[in-house]
């Protein structure tokens, strides 16, 4: 089984890859785009840091709350507000990695 910083990789190309996806579609006039490719790069940071596995942990659970809130707030935003700044793949992208995250978190083992 795939430890905490395995995830930490596989989410930095989940997030990259949407963040690059939305700047194809949407250019990157879009802050989702920008959004999504620092969180990535944060992911890469933790992925390849070498810093200890209760240090990874956190860092990866803390990013995934930090992910869902701002997920959370950008869809209900758009909700509530009348400018149409939703983009559905981008955002359902977020709030999996962000459940993810936190999940693995609490799950995964150490390396």
Known sequence: MPGITAYARIARVALLAAAAA???LFGWGAAA???HASVGLLFLYVGVSGLDGATVRRMI???GVFVV???AVVILASWLSPL???HGPIEVTGLIVGVASILAARYLPGR
């Open 69 to 71: 809130v701002v997920t």
């Open 22 to 24: 939305g700047a194809a």
């Open 61 to 63: 659970g803390g990013l």
């Open 33 to 35: 785009s920008f959004y």
């Open 84 to 86: 149409q700044y939703l």
